[in-house]
Nanobody, 125 residues
């Protein structure tokens, strides 16, 4: 069973920054696509950013390109740096993993089998 734990959410004013973290076992991050998704109330889950644990490449949702950055810190932590946040970035943010696949990775939530419980981000105008 995959265990992913998100943290770092909170309330922030528009234009500010926030860093989300997702911690899991280093064994899980051995060879996988790892991604951030978000879901606002009444809306479908949306892909935010994805990377591979070992292969070069990142992909971002159109609404966050140039503002968000996905990265890996040490062996067990996935980060999402959120800059110049907007009210429409408000939502529950989840990290997810799809093990044993190569790049390219997709931002289709149906392809991911491991999910965290999420961390709430609220952006005020």
């Amino acid at each position: 069973q995959v265990t992913l734990v998100e943290s770092g959410g909170g309330s922030v004013q528009a234009g500010g920054s926030l860093t989300l973290s997702c911690v899991t076992s280093p064994k899980i991050l051995r060879w996988a696509c790892v991604a951030w998704f978000r879901q606002a109330p009444g809306k479908e889950r949306e892909g935010v950013a994805v990377m591979h644990t070992n292969l070069a490449g990142t992909k971002y949702g159109d609404s966050v390109k140039g503002r968000f950055d996905i990265s890996r810190e040490q062996a067990s932590t996935l980060l999402l740096q959120m800059n110049n946040v907007k009210p429409e970035d408000t939502g529950m943010y989840y990290c997810a993993i799809r093990e044993g696949v190569d790049w390219p990775c997709d931002l289709d939530s149906r392809e991911y089998e491991g999910w965290g419980r999420g961390t709430q981000v609220t952006v005020s105008s």
